[in-house]
């Protein structure tokens, strides 16, 4: 009897454990349905476009234009052209924000490079009138440049600051660690180009220090992401927080050698989210959470140079690290630049070849 009772208690235990092991799984999700088309080409350079409190798309080309795109024809709608602007290689007319109370403040913000004798970046705000920007006022000025890694974007935070990416203008030995200069750094300005007086280092327009050349910055429910490149390993999604050195020129990626880990244990150094070895190019980055798109909803969009692709990277729940990544249009449409999104979902993505650049839209099927 015993014997028995055994027999049947063991062959309902495999019964359930075949029960439990067959139970079917969650279905993966279904890849995301989405066209793209061109809205409009023609364009040299695309650096900046960002969706405007006018449902138009604004863009900056390198040579020193400022336009406003109509999302449904493509019409370009020129608003400024910056004759003072000098563009070499990878230098010019960079970065753009628009004032977040634009009714009442009508006041876009623009970093580009010029040469009263050497070659040099600022930071103006002009205002605009309704049909174009007037009455430049330089806000920040003697930003050293270079015809290669200048950055530069912007971004005006919620609590409005201007916060301002630079690169290291090449001069990797002695800048990105110097905090009292400001190339390989990511700055933190008052809308008036003042220093904010809870900057982490009194006096300085510092706010994250050690970079290499950062291209794209958002915010994620007071999570501030950066892209940055590296060398010829480990370009970077960041997080960055407040005083943090990131680490160039001894870190490259993560702190995964001797050298690097003695360096990161003394000097505060924020590791990355994400690297990327072989290099990607990472450039502009937005954030997405709209319907249009369902299978994008909690993703950072990150355009790229190298190989010419869309990276949309899922976030977690917290915002604090990458779930994971899928890419879209790889060489398609050449070296992409800059991504916006409009209220609706679609996506806008500016190239930059140089020849007859475009801005695609990316909506569902």
Excluded at 34 to 58: H, R
Excluded at 77 to 99: C, D, Q
Excluded at 141 to 146: E, F, G, H, K, V
Aim: proline share 7%; aromatic share 10%.
């Amino acid at each position: 009897m015993k014997y028995q009772t055994l027999l049947i208690l063991f062959s309902l235990s495999v019964f359930a454990g075949c029960k439990k092991k067959n139970k079917t799984a969650e279905p993966p999700p279904a890849p995301a349905e989405i066209k793209d088309e061109v809205l409009t080409a023609g364009l040299s350079y695309v650096w900046e476009i960002t969706w405007g409190p006018d449902n138009f798309i604004w863009m900056t080309e390198r040579d020193g234009k400022v336009s406003r795109v109509n999302p449904t024809t493509g019409e370009v709608i020129p608003v400024l052209n910056i004759t003072e602007v000098v563009s070499k290689n990878e230098g010019g007319l960079l970065g753009m924000a628009i004032h977040p109370d634009f009714s009442t403040n009508p006041y876009v913000y623009v970093e580009y490079d010029y040469e009263p004798n050497s070659y040099k970046g600022k930071i103006v705000r002009y205002t605009y009138n309704g049909t174009s920007l007037i009455s430049p006022l330089t806000i920040f000025d003697n930003i050293p440049a270079s015809t290669h890694h200048n950055g530069c974007r912007l971004l005006i935070s919620p609590d409005k600051k201007l916060f301002v990416t630079l690169g290291d203008v090449t001069r990797y030995d002695t800048d990105p660690q110097n905090k009292s200069v400001v190339p390989g750094k990511i700055l933190r300005l008052n809308l008036d180009g003042s220093i904010p007086s809870d900057n982490p280092f009194p006096g300085n327009p510092v706010w994250t220090y050690g970079h290499r050349n950062p291209q794209g910055l958002v915010i994620v429910d007071n999570v501030m992401y950066s892209s940055e490149h590296g060398t010829d390993v480990d370009d970077e999604l960041n997080i960055i927080e407040k005083g943090r050195n990131y680490g160039w020129p001894i870190v490259e990626g993560f702190c995964n050698n001797s050298n690097e880990q003695n360096f990161c244990s003394t000097n505060n150094v924020k590791e990355p989210v994400k690297a990327w070895s072989p290099t990607i190019a990472p450039s502009g980055i937005d954030y997405y959470n709209k319907d249009e798109i369902p299978q994008w909803k909690n993703s950072l969009l990150l355009a790229t140079l190298k190989n010419s692709r869309l990276y949309q990277m899922k976030l977690d729940a917290t915002h604090t690290s990458v779930t994971e990544t899928n890419e879209f249009f790889t060489n398609k449409y050449g070296r992409m630049r800059d991504v916006c999104i409009s209220p609706s979902g679609k996506v806008y993505i500016g190239t930059s070849n140089g020849n007859n650049d475009k801005i695609i839209v990316v909506s569902k099927k």
